[in-house]
């Protein structure tokens, strides 16, 4: 392994971040705010609590999905598309390196960002709502797993794309849509039965519910299904880049 | 001289079926100084990023240093620097940042006092933290060079470095290049300025429609140039050449109105002032006399043209 070069591209990214700290740092607090204020005080004051829990606690775990979600794919599919797009792919591709340390260079950095924003609007949360959090360690692991399986997807839309209008197209199209209706702002119990049965067959309702279990103990789907789910969806992405560095596609022609 | 870069029948087709290369070897000697030229779409960028690993070659085989450039890749990159043709750069990243990046990616640590050489060098030292979107088109290029040489390669690459360039930088950028060879660096370049190649190359290559047309020792193309031609034209025409002048080794024409004289400019005695005075005893009435040379532009065009007549 080239773990030089592994940590050369992933300190390059992160300089990314680091040059737009305000940005990364100021708009997920504020977005996190607006949320509250909106969902959780002014609508949230008058629907009822869901077993138990007031309506604005119980959309913290959505709402920093929803972020890291979008962050993610947003961090990886710029970090390797912005090369493309530049030309400076080529001393990658002509470095000693082999792909997966490409991969954990990128993906790494992309998921690093997509995780420090969740933590900062876990934190902002605390500021307009009590939060607990029942099970740590599974909080943990579905917020990285979530991270850096959505770094993924986003580093094979950025290897993808060829123009920055494919870049926005998935995640507009299909990701964000995804997350609405996942059960990021609401139980999926409570919707009527027919929608219930067709929301199952959304991967991110286990996503959410999963995450939110590991706050509240509250799963609308079991929470072994939840981690089956995230686990498939790293794996088919790693399958897919893989097949992409063996044949060269849209990078090595 | 040992052969640090070896090519054999490299080949590269694209999907359309283009075909980029057809069949190209060449050996390149440790140390020396190697000119491509050839027209646009003749093959050398292609050529450059299949052995560099951009592109996968179709067939053939390349080994740089004695490793093979597909299967033992990490040992043959390593050694190998690119300073592509477009200038291909973080525009929001500091000069020095970009050049750390690349020793890392070549698999070497952090070592900021070879950086600080490499920048200076190459007079980007003043500039390493400033934004490389704020640097002019001149420096971006040397930035460009001193990313390609940040890991310390044996062999450089350097795709039209002079492309575009004003002949202030054009000239630095060739002393630049004798530098690096008086410290051992192989250096491939690839040019369509003739007059690039003389400058610096120890050899040429002609390369045109994927295929290397001659490959010479460039003194021994500068001596075929130093050739200079004197034709002689005749009020009379004559039969042959008189016996007076057989010893000049004359070429009559075919109305017998001409002949050419061919002699070395570099030569101590050209021989033009004896042939002259022979030419006047031998009865001969002159109309006209021209001469003409051949270059390396001539030699060049005539190889390309008759590669695609």
Redesign the interface.
Same mark, same amino acid.
């Given at each position: 392994m080239?773990w030089?070069?592994v940590?050369?591209?992933y300190? %390059?990214e992160m300089?990314?971040f680091f040059?737009t700290l305000a940005q990364s740092f100021f708009s997920p607090v504020l977005s996190t705010s607006l949320y509250f204020i909106v969902f959780g005080t002014a609508i949230g004051s008058r629907i009822e609590t869901i077993e138990g829990v007031s309506y604005g606690a119980f959309i913290v775990p959505g709402l920093i999905m929803l972020s890291v979600v979008t962050l993610a794919i947003s961090n990886a599919s710029f970090g390797i598309y %912005? $090369?493309k797009f *530049? !030309?400076?792919i080529?001393?990658? *591709?002509?470095? $000693?390196?082999n792909f997966l340390e490409i991969v954990i260079g990128y993906v790494g950095a992309a998921a690093t960002k997509a995780l420090f924003v969740g933590l900062v609007i876990l934190v902002t949360a605390t500021f307009f709502v009590d939060i607990r959090v029942e099970h740590p360690i599974a909080m943990a692991a579905f917020l990285i797993l979530t991270c850096l399986s959505f770094a993924l997807l986003g580093f094979i839309i950025g290897i993808w794309a060829s123009n920055f209008e494919q870049m926005s197209l998935i995640p507009q199209l299909v990701i964000t849509p995804l997350i609405f209706l996942g059960g990021t702002f609401y139980s999926i119990t409570m919707l009527p039965p027919v929608w219930q049965t067709i929301t199952l067959f959304n991967p991110v309702v286990y996503l959410v519910s999963g995450f939110r279990w590991s706050f509240y103990g509250l799963a609308d789907v079991p929470i072994f299904f939840s981690l089956l789910a995230i686990g498939a969806f790293t794996g088919i992405c790693l399958a897919i880049i893989w097949w992409i560095f063996k044949t !060269?596609w849209r990078i090595?022609? | 001289m040992t052969t640090i870069l070896s090519i054999t029948d490299l080949r590269k087709s694209?999907a359309d079926g283009f075909e980029a290369l057809k069949g190209v070897s060449l050996d390149i000697e440790e140390g020396e100084i190697l000119a491509l030229l050839g027209p646009n779409g003749a093959g050398k960028t292609t050529l450059i990023s299949t052995i560099?690993?951009?592109?996968?070659p179709s067939s053939g085989y390349v080994s740089v240093g004695g490793h093979d450039i597909l299967n033992d890749? #990490?040992?043959? #990159? #390593?050694m190998?620097g /690119?300073v592509?043709q477009?200038i291909? +750069?973080?525009? @929001?990243?500091k000069v020095q940042?970009t050049v750390? /990046?690349? #020793?890392?990616? @070549?698999? +070497?640590?952090r070592d900021d006092a070879k950086i600080e050489d490499i920048l200076r060098k190459l007079s980007l030292w003043d500039k390493r933290k400033n934004a490389v979107k704020e640097l002019s088109g001149g420096m971006k290029r040397r930035v460009l060079i001193a990313?390609a040489l940040a890991h310390e390669p044996r062999i450089l690459f350097l795709d039209e470095p002079t492309a575009g360039v004003d002949v202030e930088l054009r000239k630095d950028m060739w002393e630049i290049v004798r530098e690096l060879k008086e410290n051992g660096v192989t250096i491939i370049l690839t040019t369509h300025y003739i007059e690039e190649a003389e400058a610096i190359a120890d050899r040429v290559g002609v390369i045109n429609g994927g295929e290397l047309l001659l490959v010479e020792d460039k003194d021994n193309l500068m001596a075929q140039m130093g050739r200079k031609h004197i034709e002689v034209m005749l009020t009379e025409p004559v039969d042959a050449i008189p016996d007076a002048l057989k010893q000049y080794d004359l070429t009559l024409n075919g109305a017998g109105n001409a002949f050419v004289y061919s002699y070395d400019i570099h030569g101590e005695r050209t021989g033009i002032t004896s042939l002259l005075n022979d030419v006047a005893k031998a009865g001969l009435v002159l109309r006209d006399v021209q001469t003409r040379q051949s270059s390396l532009e001539e030699i060049f065009v005539n190889l390309v043209s008759g590669e695609q007549a």
């Open positions: 080239n030089a070069a940590a050369a591209i300190r %390059f300089a990314r040059r %912005f $090369p *530049l !030309g400076t080529y001393e990658v *591709l002509s470095a $000693p390196i !060269g090595r022609s | 694209y560099c690993g951009i592109t996968m890749y #990490r040992a043959a #990159r #390593r190998i /690119l592509p477009e291909a +750069l973080e525009p @929001f990243e940042n750390r /990046l690349s #020793r890392g990616l @070549f698999g +070497l640590g990313k």
